[in-house]
């Protein structure tokens, strides 16, 4: 199978117990790392800065598309504060959709998991073969635009009728707690899904953080708890998401059960 993601790799500054690490991550980075976990041919079309694109070497990606720049766009969490904080330190170049070539588009699945307003999402899903799986990541319809200094747990109130538009052609949406409640403001969690589902996705997918994700399946719930404590939950979603995706063929709920397993090997084992 093969699956066009499209993102943004970043460079992701850790502050944690006064220490910083910096690693690799941002959507494509970690799906990615699925696509060599589960023999899915990943495309990632992000930025990637020139010294960063030589850690981009799992099995099964193809890096062809990626826009390499000085730098990869910076991301700061600073998990030290009560509420963790993550802003954006430098930002990249934005990718010219118009301008990809008909192979980027495809793919079986192609899934939007943007941090911002990085790509034209309507024009993504104007290009997309029409036999495809369009997923996407509800973060980039509902986040402010991509700017130095931008806190990026700061999101918009709601999403723009534009947006809320497009949710018609995406067959299956992630979003966790909070990011649900910008779509639908019902309380209730289920219905919550199923109300966000009649927007247009098939399949909802709520991330709830220690306590696993809620899916709703075509009027089905699957409650998939989390399989362990993580070490961290920074790119938690990512992975599940990618996972999911990864292995959509083998049913909602076990695809489900492989993600949240996929998750606990990569974070909870982490020194």
């Known amino acids: 199978m093969k699956l066009t993601i499209f993102g943004t790799i970043t460079e992701d500054t850790i502050i944690r117990s006064g220490k910083e690490t910096t690693t690799l991550g941002g959507a494509p980075f970690f799906f990615c790392k699925a696509a060599d976990r589960f023999g899915t041919t ?22 062809s598309f990626l826009k390499v720049t000085n730098a990869t766009t910076r991301l700061i969490v600073n998990a030290d504060l009560e509420k963790p904080t993550c802003y954006v330190e430098n930002v990249n170049e934005k990718i010219d959709v118009a301008a990809l070539p008909n192979e980027v588009f495809d793919s079986e699945i192609i899934t939007m998991s943007t941090l911002s307003d990085e790509f034209n999402i309507s024009e993504i899903v104007e290009r997309t073969n029409k036999n495809a799986i369009v997923a996407a990541d509800i973060q980039g319809f509902v986040r402010a635009s ?10 918009d109130k709601k999403l723009s009728r534009e947006n809320k538009k497009l949710l018609s052609q995406i067959k299956i949406l992630k979003c966790n707690e909070f990011e649900s409640l910008l779509v639908d403001s019902t309380l209730d969690l289920k219905q919550r899904a199923a109300n966000i589902s009649k927007l247009g996705p098939k399949i909802v997918i709520i991330t709830l953080g220690e306590k696993g994700s809620l899916i709703f399946d075509n009027g089905a719930f699957i409650e998939q708890p989390a399989v362990g404590k993580l070490n961290r939950t920074l790119g938690a979603g990512d992975l599940f998401f990618a996972a999911f995706l990864c292995n959509l063929s083998a049913g909602t709920k076990e695809a489900a059960k492989i993600a949240a ?6 974070l909870g084992s982490e020194k």
């Open 146 to 155: 991509l700017v130095r200094g931008l806190v990026l747990n700061e999101l």
């Open 42 to 63: 990943m495309v990632p079309i992000s930025t990637i800065g020139k010294n960063d694109i030589k850690y981009l070497s799992e099995k099964n990606t193809n890096t």
């Open 261 to 266: 397993e996929f998750v606990y090997e990569v």
